[in-house]
Protein backbone atom coordinates (compact mmCIF):
# COMPACT_ATOMS: atom_id res chain seq x y z
CA UNK A 1 0.00 0.00 0.00
CA UNK A 2 2.78 2.19 1.05
CA UNK A 3 4.33 1.47 -2.23
CA UNK A 4 1.35 2.58 -4.17
CA UNK A 5 0.86 5.37 -2.61
CA UNK A 6 4.47 6.28 -3.21
CA UNK A 7 4.97 4.78 -6.41
CA UNK A 8 6.63 7.31 -8.99
CA UNK A 9 6.70 5.27 -11.91
CA UNK A 10 7.63 6.82 -15.10
CA UNK A 11 8.20 10.40 -14.46
CA UNK A 12 6.02 13.52 -12.90
CA UNK A 13 2.66 12.82 -14.63
CA UNK A 14 2.31 8.85 -14.04
CA UNK A 15 2.67 8.48 -10.84
CA UNK A 16 -0.08 7.07 -8.07
CA UNK A 17 0.90 9.29 -5.37
CA UNK A 18 -2.32 10.75 -3.45
CA UNK A 19 0.29 13.14 -2.51
CA UNK A 20 0.86 14.90 -5.80
CA UNK A 21 -2.80 15.94 -6.84
CA UNK A 22 -3.58 17.67 -9.91
CA UNK A 23 -7.68 18.49 -9.24
CA UNK A 24 -9.69 20.35 -6.92
CA UNK A 25 -11.12 16.81 -5.29
CA UNK A 26 -7.29 15.28 -5.12
CA UNK A 27 -6.28 18.38 -3.19
CA UNK A 28 -9.10 17.81 -0.66
CA UNK A 29 -8.26 14.29 0.07
CA UNK A 30 -4.63 14.97 0.21
CA UNK A 31 -5.12 18.12 2.54
CA UNK A 32 -7.42 15.48 4.70
CA UNK A 33 -4.79 12.57 4.56
CA UNK A 34 -2.08 15.04 5.69
CA UNK A 35 -4.31 16.14 9.26
CA UNK A 36 -5.32 12.67 9.96
CA UNK A 37 -1.63 11.45 9.54
CA UNK A 38 -0.42 14.43 11.70
CA UNK A 39 -3.39 14.24 14.59
CA UNK A 40 -2.61 10.17 14.76
CA UNK A 41 0.95 10.71 14.78
CA UNK A 42 0.99 12.56 17.38
CA UNK A 43 -1.19 10.27 19.25
CA UNK A 44 1.27 7.39 18.57
CA UNK A 45 4.00 9.60 19.34
CA UNK A 46 2.54 10.86 22.64
CA UNK A 47 1.24 7.49 24.07
CA UNK A 48 4.64 5.14 22.94
CA UNK A 49 6.37 7.88 24.45
CA UNK A 50 4.70 7.54 27.78
CA UNK A 51 4.92 3.55 27.66
CA UNK A 52 8.55 3.62 26.77
CA UNK A 53 9.34 6.03 30.02
CA UNK A 54 7.45 3.88 32.22
CA UNK A 55 9.30 1.03 31.18
CA UNK A 56 12.23 2.50 31.59
CA UNK A 57 11.63 4.72 35.22
CA UNK A 58 9.82 1.32 36.48
CA UNK A 59 11.87 -1.19 35.37
CA UNK A 60 12.85 -3.78 38.47
CA UNK A 61 16.10 -2.48 39.25
CA UNK A 62 18.53 -5.45 40.86
CA UNK A 63 18.25 -7.18 44.32
CA UNK A 64 17.40 -2.96 45.71
CA UNK A 65 13.98 -3.15 44.96
CA UNK A 66 11.46 -4.24 47.39
CA UNK A 67 7.64 -5.19 46.27
CA UNK A 68 5.67 -2.95 43.96
CA UNK A 69 5.72 1.00 43.24
CA UNK A 70 3.28 2.78 44.79
CA UNK A 71 -0.32 1.79 43.58
CA UNK A 72 -2.51 4.70 42.21
CA UNK A 73 -6.87 4.07 42.63
CA UNK A 74 -9.32 6.21 40.63
CA UNK A 75 -8.12 10.03 39.97
CA UNK A 76 -10.62 11.71 38.44
CA UNK A 77 -8.81 14.61 36.31
CA UNK A 78 -7.04 11.68 35.01
CA UNK A 79 -10.37 10.16 33.87
CA UNK A 80 -11.90 13.28 32.59
CA UNK A 81 -8.98 14.16 30.23
CA UNK A 82 -8.63 10.79 29.11
CA UNK A 83 -12.44 10.87 27.51
CA UNK A 84 -12.71 14.41 27.40
CA UNK A 85 -9.33 14.22 24.65
CA UNK A 86 -10.83 11.77 22.30
CA UNK A 87 -13.82 12.84 22.16
CA UNK A 88 -12.32 15.95 20.79
CA UNK A 89 -10.05 14.36 18.15
CA UNK A 90 -13.00 12.12 17.03
CA UNK A 91 -15.01 15.77 16.84
CA UNK A 92 -12.39 17.54 14.69
CA UNK A 93 -12.12 14.44 12.10
CA UNK A 94 -15.94 14.13 11.78
CA UNK A 95 -15.80 17.72 11.12
CA UNK A 96 -13.37 17.81 8.33
CA UNK A 97 -13.93 15.03 6.80
CA UNK A 98 -17.65 16.12 6.15
CA UNK A 99 -16.07 19.61 4.58
CA UNK A 100 -14.29 16.81 2.64
CA UNK A 101 -17.12 15.05 1.18
CA UNK A 102 -18.64 18.23 0.83
CA UNK A 103 -15.66 19.43 -1.69
CA UNK A 104 -15.70 15.97 -3.67
CA UNK A 105 -19.62 14.84 -3.89
CA UNK A 106 -20.33 17.93 -6.15
CA UNK A 107 -23.72 16.64 -7.98
CA UNK A 108 -23.46 17.22 -11.74
CA UNK A 109 -25.14 19.66 -13.43
CA UNK A 110 -27.42 19.92 -16.26
CA UNK A 111 -25.64 19.95 -20.07
CA UNK A 112 -25.51 23.79 -21.24
CA UNK A 113 -24.10 24.96 -24.22
CA UNK A 114 -20.68 26.87 -23.79
CA UNK A 115 -20.29 25.23 -20.68
CA UNK A 116 -16.86 23.49 -21.29
CA UNK A 117 -18.66 20.46 -19.60
CA UNK A 118 -17.18 16.86 -20.12
CA UNK A 119 -20.11 14.44 -19.63
CA UNK A 120 -19.45 10.66 -20.32
CA UNK A 121 -20.32 7.03 -18.37
CA UNK A 122 -18.24 4.79 -17.56
CA UNK A 123 -19.28 1.08 -17.25
CA UNK A 124 -16.84 -0.90 -15.16
CA UNK A 125 -16.72 -4.80 -16.70
CA UNK A 126 -14.44 -7.88 -15.87
CA UNK A 127 -11.88 -6.96 -16.72
CA UNK A 128 -11.99 -3.57 -18.60
CA UNK A 129 -13.46 0.07 -18.67
CA UNK A 130 -16.15 1.19 -21.42
CA UNK A 131 -16.67 5.09 -21.74
CA UNK A 132 -19.11 6.55 -24.12
CA UNK A 133 -18.81 10.12 -24.21
CA UNK A 134 -22.67 11.73 -24.11
CA UNK A 135 -22.11 15.50 -23.64
CA UNK A 136 -19.23 17.92 -24.77
CA UNK A 137 -19.70 21.99 -24.14
CA UNK A 138 -23.69 21.25 -24.80
CA UNK A 139 -22.66 19.01 -28.16
CA UNK A 140 -24.60 15.34 -27.69
CA UNK A 141 -21.62 12.86 -28.85
CA UNK A 142 -22.96 9.31 -28.14
CA UNK A 143 -20.16 6.91 -29.14
CA UNK A 144 -18.23 4.36 -27.42
CA UNK A 145 -14.82 3.44 -26.63
CA UNK A 146 -12.62 1.72 -23.99
CA UNK A 147 -9.77 1.53 -21.35
CA UNK A 148 -8.27 5.31 -22.62
CA UNK A 149 -10.55 8.18 -21.55
CA UNK A 150 -9.57 11.99 -22.96
CA UNK A 151 -10.41 14.42 -21.39
CA UNK A 152 -9.84 18.39 -21.97
CA UNK A 153 -7.68 20.39 -19.90
CA UNK A 154 -8.89 23.20 -18.06
CA UNK A 155 -7.34 27.10 -19.09
CA UNK A 156 -7.08 29.90 -16.57
CA UNK A 157 -10.45 31.49 -16.58
CA UNK A 158 -11.62 28.28 -18.33
CA UNK A 159 -12.34 25.67 -16.17
CA UNK A 160 -13.51 22.36 -18.38
CA UNK A 161 -14.66 19.76 -15.44
CA UNK A 162 -15.66 16.09 -16.21
CA UNK A 163 -18.48 14.48 -14.87
CA UNK A 164 -18.65 10.93 -14.89
CA UNK A 165 -21.27 8.63 -14.58
CA UNK A 166 -20.36 5.10 -13.00
CA UNK A 167 -22.21 1.95 -13.35
CA UNK A 168 -21.04 -2.04 -13.78
CA UNK A 169 -21.92 -4.42 -16.04
CA UNK A 170 -20.91 -7.60 -13.77
CA UNK A 171 -19.34 -7.15 -10.47
CA UNK A 172 -18.52 -4.35 -8.13
CA UNK A 173 -15.21 -1.95 -9.43
CA UNK A 174 -14.11 1.13 -8.39
CA UNK A 175 -12.56 3.72 -10.20
CA UNK A 176 -9.43 5.72 -9.15
CA UNK A 177 -6.91 7.86 -10.53
CA UNK A 178 -5.33 9.05 -7.05
CA UNK A 179 -3.89 12.51 -8.99
CA UNK A 180 -7.51 13.18 -9.99
CA UNK A 181 -9.93 12.09 -7.66
CA UNK A 182 -10.76 9.16 -4.81
CA UNK A 183 -11.91 6.44 -5.33
CA UNK A 184 -16.03 5.93 -6.75
CA UNK A 185 -17.11 2.57 -6.49
CA UNK A 186 -19.18 1.06 -9.55
CA UNK A 187 -22.02 -1.15 -8.48
CA UNK A 188 -24.39 -3.30 -10.31
CA UNK A 189 -27.69 -1.75 -10.13
CA UNK A 190 -26.59 1.69 -9.19
CA UNK A 191 -25.74 4.84 -10.45
CA UNK A 192 -22.95 6.85 -8.54
CA UNK A 193 -21.18 9.97 -10.17
CA UNK A 194 -17.57 11.93 -9.68
CA UNK A 195 -15.74 14.43 -11.03
CA UNK A 196 -12.57 16.20 -11.50
CA UNK A 197 -10.89 19.04 -13.51
CA UNK A 198 -7.05 19.82 -14.51
CA UNK A 199 -4.89 22.56 -15.72
CA UNK A 200 -1.91 20.05 -16.21
CA UNK A 201 -1.68 17.61 -19.70
CA UNK A 202 -0.22 14.60 -19.70
CA UNK A 203 -1.13 10.67 -18.45
CA UNK A 204 -2.58 10.02 -15.60
CA UNK A 205 -2.71 6.71 -13.99
CA UNK A 206 -5.14 4.76 -12.08
CA UNK A 207 -6.53 1.11 -11.36
CA UNK A 208 -9.39 -0.41 -10.25
CA UNK A 209 -9.87 -0.37 -6.63
CA UNK A 210 -12.26 -2.88 -5.33
CA UNK A 211 -11.75 -6.87 -6.06
CA UNK A 212 -13.39 -7.71 -9.08
CA UNK A 213 -12.29 -11.22 -9.85
CA UNK A 214 -8.82 -12.72 -11.29
CA UNK A 215 -7.42 -9.77 -13.26
CA UNK A 216 -8.81 -7.21 -11.02
CA UNK A 217 -5.13 -6.10 -10.81
CA UNK A 218 -4.84 -5.96 -14.27
CA UNK A 219 -8.26 -3.43 -14.45
CA UNK A 220 -5.75 -0.84 -15.43
CA UNK A 221 -6.86 3.39 -16.04
CA UNK A 222 -5.26 5.66 -18.55
CA UNK A 223 -6.38 9.05 -18.35
CA UNK A 224 -5.63 11.39 -21.50
CA UNK A 225 -5.63 15.09 -20.18
CA UNK A 226 -5.16 16.38 -23.95
CA UNK A 227 -5.29 20.74 -24.77
CA UNK A 228 -8.79 21.73 -26.05
CA UNK A 229 -7.23 21.19 -29.87
CA UNK A 230 -5.57 18.18 -29.14
CA UNK A 231 -8.88 16.87 -27.38
CA UNK A 232 -11.78 18.51 -30.11
CA UNK A 233 -9.47 16.35 -32.66
CA UNK A 234 -10.05 13.25 -30.88
CA UNK A 235 -13.58 13.74 -30.49
CA UNK A 236 -13.82 14.04 -33.96
CA UNK A 237 -12.05 11.15 -35.40
CA UNK A 238 -13.72 8.93 -32.49
CA UNK A 239 -17.06 10.23 -33.84
CA UNK A 240 -16.31 8.83 -37.15
CA UNK A 241 -17.60 5.47 -38.08
CA UNK A 242 -15.54 2.98 -39.92
CA UNK A 243 -13.20 3.87 -43.01
CA UNK A 244 -12.59 7.56 -41.96
CA UNK A 245 -9.91 7.99 -44.77
CA UNK A 246 -10.50 7.14 -47.85
CA UNK A 247 -7.26 8.01 -49.27
CA UNK A 248 -5.46 5.65 -46.96
CA UNK A 249 -3.71 3.16 -49.55
CA UNK A 250 -3.65 0.38 -46.81
CA UNK A 251 -7.46 0.62 -47.15
CA UNK A 252 -7.18 -1.16 -50.91
CA UNK A 253 -4.65 -3.94 -49.83
CA UNK A 254 -6.42 -7.19 -50.57
CA UNK A 255 -5.25 -8.89 -47.19
CA UNK A 256 -6.87 -6.17 -45.14
CA UNK A 257 -9.93 -6.61 -47.26
CA UNK A 258 -9.70 -10.41 -46.48
CA UNK A 259 -9.27 -9.59 -42.95
CA UNK A 260 -12.46 -7.73 -42.77
CA UNK A 261 -14.19 -10.67 -44.65
CA UNK A 262 -12.73 -12.78 -42.09
CA UNK A 263 -13.55 -10.64 -39.54
CA UNK A 264 -16.76 -10.28 -40.05
CA UNK A 265 -17.37 -14.31 -40.55
CA UNK A 266 -16.09 -14.72 -37.37
CA UNK A 267 -17.62 -14.97 -33.86
CA UNK A 268 -15.64 -11.50 -33.25
CA UNK A 269 -18.61 -9.54 -33.99
CA UNK A 270 -20.92 -11.18 -31.07
CA UNK A 271 -18.88 -9.25 -28.80
CA UNK A 272 -16.98 -6.44 -30.36
CA UNK A 273 -18.31 -3.38 -32.80
CA UNK A 274 -17.13 -1.74 -35.24
CA UNK A 275 -19.48 1.30 -36.23
CA UNK A 276 -20.14 1.73 -39.86
CA UNK A 277 -20.47 -2.25 -40.35
CA UNK A 278 -22.34 -5.41 -39.26
CA UNK A 279 -20.06 -6.08 -36.35
CA UNK A 280 -22.64 -4.53 -33.07
CA UNK A 281 -21.10 -6.82 -30.24
CA UNK A 282 -21.25 -4.53 -27.11
CA UNK A 283 -19.96 -7.33 -24.79
CA UNK A 284 -16.26 -6.43 -25.58
CA UNK A 285 -14.61 -3.45 -26.28
CA UNK A 286 -15.42 -1.09 -29.25
CA UNK A 287 -13.08 -1.31 -31.96
CA UNK A 288 -14.00 0.99 -34.35
CA UNK A 289 -11.10 3.50 -33.14
CA UNK A 290 -8.68 0.61 -31.89
CA UNK A 291 -5.59 2.15 -32.63
CA UNK A 292 -6.15 5.15 -31.80
CA UNK A 293 -5.48 3.50 -28.71
CA UNK A 294 -1.92 3.08 -27.09
CA UNK A 295 -2.20 0.16 -24.62
CA UNK A 296 -4.21 -3.44 -25.43
CA UNK A 297 -6.33 -5.76 -22.83
CA UNK A 298 -7.02 -2.30 -20.14
CA UNK A 299 -2.94 -1.09 -20.39
CA UNK A 300 -1.65 -4.26 -19.79
CA UNK A 301 0.59 -4.02 -22.80
CA UNK A 302 1.34 -2.15 -25.72
CA UNK A 303 -0.37 -1.81 -28.31
CA UNK A 304 1.26 -1.69 -32.13
CA UNK A 305 2.14 1.65 -33.78
CA UNK A 306 -1.12 2.82 -35.60
CA UNK A 307 1.41 3.50 -39.05
CA UNK A 308 2.34 -0.20 -38.47
CA UNK A 309 3.78 -1.61 -41.72
CA UNK A 310 1.38 -4.33 -42.73
CA UNK A 311 4.03 -6.57 -44.76
CA UNK A 312 5.56 -8.07 -41.68
CA UNK A 313 3.89 -8.61 -38.54
CA UNK A 314 6.88 -10.36 -37.00
CA UNK A 315 7.04 -9.15 -33.05
CA UNK A 316 3.28 -7.64 -33.12
CA UNK A 317 1.65 -6.91 -29.97
CA UNK A 318 -1.78 -7.38 -31.27
CA UNK A 319 -0.88 -10.52 -33.31
CA UNK A 320 -0.31 -12.15 -29.90
CA UNK A 321 -3.13 -11.04 -28.26
CA UNK A 322 -5.32 -12.16 -31.28
CA UNK A 323 -3.42 -15.41 -31.41
CA UNK A 324 -4.26 -16.06 -27.75
CA UNK A 325 -5.05 -13.65 -24.88
CA UNK A 326 -5.34 -16.08 -22.31
CA UNK A 327 -1.43 -16.67 -21.77
CA UNK A 328 -1.13 -12.24 -21.13
CA UNK A 329 -4.18 -11.84 -19.03
CA UNK A 330 -5.30 -15.27 -17.93
CA UNK A 331 -9.01 -16.01 -17.56
CA UNK A 332 -10.05 -12.60 -19.43
CA UNK A 333 -13.44 -13.73 -21.47
CA UNK A 334 -11.51 -13.39 -25.05
CA UNK A 335 -11.07 -17.05 -25.65
CA UNK A 336 -8.23 -18.27 -28.40
CA UNK A 337 -10.10 -18.83 -31.79
CA UNK A 338 -7.66 -21.49 -33.31
CA UNK A 339 -7.16 -19.84 -36.46
CA UNK A 340 -5.24 -20.80 -39.17
CA UNK A 341 -1.69 -18.12 -39.63
CA UNK A 342 -3.19 -16.83 -42.84
CA UNK A 343 -6.61 -15.80 -41.60
CA UNK A 344 -5.10 -14.45 -38.24
CA UNK A 345 -2.60 -12.51 -40.28
CA UNK A 346 -4.97 -10.93 -42.40
CA UNK A 347 -7.77 -10.22 -39.50
CA UNK A 348 -4.74 -8.12 -37.55
CA UNK A 349 -4.06 -6.32 -40.49
CA UNK A 350 -7.74 -5.74 -41.06
CA UNK A 351 -7.55 -4.46 -37.42
CA UNK A 352 -4.37 -2.12 -37.64
CA UNK A 353 -6.73 -0.71 -40.16
CA UNK A 354 -8.99 0.83 -37.52
CA UNK A 355 -7.92 4.01 -36.52
CU1 LIG B 1 -12.54 -4.14 -11.54
CU2 LIG B 1 -11.23 -4.67 -9.63
Not at 271 to 290: I, N, Q, S
Request: charged share 20%; glycine share 6%.
Amino acid sequence: MIALLLANADGPTQNLSIFDPASPPAESIRQLSVLVLAITAFIFIAVEGILIYSIVRFRRRGATATGEPPQVYGSKPIEIAWTAAPALVVFVLVLVSARTLWEVNVPPPQPRERDNTLFATVVGRQWWWEYTYDHYNGRALGFTTANELHVPVSEEGIPRPVFLTLKSADVCHSFWVPRLAGKTDLIPGRINSMWFQTDRTGLYLGQCAEYCGTQHANMLLRVYVDTPDKFEHWLELQQKDRWPDKDDPRLRDERVRAGEKAFLAQSCINCHAVRGTPAKGTYAPDLTHLMSRRTLASGMIPNDPDDRPLDDLKGSKLLEWVADPQPIKPGCLMPSFGLGDRKRGDIVRYLLTLR
